[in-house]
């Protein structure tokens, strides 16, 4: 391959994958700005909206997870020029996503007093449990916008999406102002006014990205997606055997993440502090990457339905280059800013000095975090997820976090020792998905 076409390939996949990484970020801001406008009501309600979103994001993780079955199998169709398979890919896709929302609504709502019993306080709990239940059914809009923006990203658009996510970010805060402080005639609600301002701007999301896709001119050859009736079952368990485990990937590492946290807190408040300081450093640089993955999934899906093994394999390629590149910069701004970025949270002295070693591994794995997200992309490209599941499980549940706690609690590193756990995790997450991503697409038949 010459210079010229790695080029076009950077190019191409750029395009896909930045307005995504707005859109991430869109729905990283979403949250942020919740816990700023709540965070003036005190530290009550602030700290029972956390405890209500550890619960939440677990779950609709999980739900955005069984969405990507479709951007891989709308990709491949489409690069098949099959506008069939794509319609029945988006009738049956919003049918598995809506019953997965029902189902994890119905899970919180009996499993909501749990809460009761992981030895928070009472107040806090009794102020997260009716945020928890407002919030809990705006899963059901999002899995509804997942549905479209999953087959809006698999024909390779991906900037409708991102401006509706920019959208509902303004409708949000905007709510957020009415709601949580009685603006214009409205009774004050508190943290049950940003419970009712999310499940607003997710509706609003989710119709408006719906409407544009049935009435925008260049989707009109797929509204035959529209219709409900005549569905195949095998279909379904094809889609099923995509999504559940891809929605499992997103709890086994979301869950190890948030195990660390707990393990943090062991330790005691100013480890749990520098803890949070470090994750969110290293979830800004995330979302850098996560785009890059949803580029992988297109590109690679896109490549598999033309039969071109050498192209996909290009566009992976390419791809995770893109993602060291960037994940280069944000581990040389986290080493380098150790000891300046945690005084964008705290003056706490003791915060501050334990902060900066973790600040130190978090910049270590910069690029192991942005290799294994950009391959499991590729690999549901592949269709691959079922084996990717279990390497990361054995990755974080059977090496990573056994090997963090003994290194947290029986040596002197501490939270050091429970952050090497996670470095050592991510690393051979990293490294088990290019080997397999790499034998997998060897394995294909090269088109002559």
Not at 122 to 138: D, G
Not at 206 to 218: D, G, H, Q, S, T
């Amino acid at each position: 391959m010459n210079l010229s076409t790695y080029r076009s390939e950077i190019r191409t996949s750029f395009l896909l994958a930045y307005p995504v990484m707005l859109s991430q970020l869109g729905h990283v801001m979403m949250g942020v700005s919740d816990n700023v406008m709540v965070g003036h009501l005190g530290a009550r309600e602030l700290a029972a909206a956390g405890l209500a979103n550890v619960a939440f994001n677990v779950l609709l993780l999980f739900g955005i997870g069984v969405s990507y079955a479709i951007t891989p199998l709308v990709a491949t169709a489409d690069g098949e020029n099959n506008i069939f398979n794509v319609n029945e890919t988006l009738r049956h896709g919003l049918v598995i996503n809506v019953m997965t929302s029902l189902v994890l609504v119905t899970v919180v709502f009996f499993g909501k007093n749990i809460l009761y019993h992981i030895d928070q306080p009472a107040e806090v709990v009794a102020l997260s449990i009716p945020y928890l239940e407002i919030i809990t059914f705006s899963i059901i809009p999002v899995l509804i916008f997942q549905t479209y923006r999953q087959f809006s990203e698999g024909l390779s658009n991906t900037w409708v999406p991102m401006i509706m996510v920019l959208g509902c970010n303004v409708v949000n805060i905007a709510l957020n102002y009415v709601l949580i402080y009685g603006h214009l005639g409205f009774p004050k609600l508190g943290l049950n006014g940003a419970g009712w301002a999310t499940f607003t701007s997710r509706i609003v999301m989710a119709a408006a990205l719906a409407a544009f896709i049935y009435w925008a001119p260049r989707f009109r050859q797929y509204r035959p997606g529209f219709v409900f009736g005549n569905y195949s079952r095998k279909l379904f368990s094809k889609m099923l055997h995509i999504g559940l485990p891809a929605g499992l990937q997103f709890i086994f590492e979301v869950a190890a993440f948030d195990f660390s946290l707990v393990m943090m807190g062991w330790l005691g408040t100013t480890a749990l502090a520098a803890h949070q300081i470090a994750i969110n450093l290293a979830t800004i640089s995330y979302m850098t990457t996560s785009g890059l993955a949803a580029a992988a999934a297109i590109r690679v899906s896109h490549e598999l339905g033309k039969g071109d093994i050498p192209a996909l394999r290009k566009a992976a390629f390419v791809l995770l280059g893109m993602a060291l590149s960037f994940m280069t910069v944000w581990g040389i701004i986290f080493i380098s800013g150790r000891n300046i970025l945690p005084y964008l949270y705290v003056d706490d002295v003791q915060v501050i000095a334990l902060a900066g070693p973790l600040i130190i591994i978090a910049g270590l794995f910069q690029l192991s975090d942005g290799m294994q997200v950009v391959v499991i992309g590729a690999l549901r490209g592949l269709r691959d997820v079922k084996v990717p599941s279990v390497l990361i499980f054995i990755s974080y549940w059977i090496i990573g976090l056994p090997l963090g706690y003994f290194l947290g609690f029986h040596t002197s590193l501490g939270p050091v020792g429970i952050w090497t756990g996670l470095l050592v995790g991510l690393t051979l997450t990293a490294t088990a998905m290019v080997w397999r991503f790499n034998y997998l697409s060897k394995k294909l038949k090269f088109k002559s």
